[in-house]
């Protein structure tokens, strides 16, 4: 039974750390996306004429940092997918490894 609690726990920590590592991305990708939308909402409160808004270059600006920021919104909703698989998966093998744990300790 030991083997067995020691193998549940080992299961545990890995989808645990899978957990941990889903969060990391979701983190940085939140950070990426404040940035993101800090820097649209500066140049857009910014009323001053520059040569990127005379030559037109601002409207590709705003198209392309349009384009990037749905592109990671989109990432960030399939990472949270990914997070919330992972956690049922690290839930259940925190119980696993709990009742292995007591099966272990009663065995002795």
Known sequence: MDDLA???????????????TI??????????IARLTE???ARVASGELDLARVSG????WQAASEAELM???RQLAALLAQHDAALRAARRAFG??????RLAKADR
């Open 39 to 41: 820097s649209r909402e």
């Open 6 to 20: 020691k193998l549940a726990g080992m299961v545990r920590d890995r989808e645990l750390a899978k957990v941990e």
């Open 96 to 101: 696993r490894a709990d009742v292995a744990a």
């Open 57 to 60: 270059a601002e409207l590709a």
């Open 71 to 73: 592109r990671l919104n």
């Open 23 to 32: 969060m990391s991305q979701v983190t940085r990708l939140r950070g990426d």
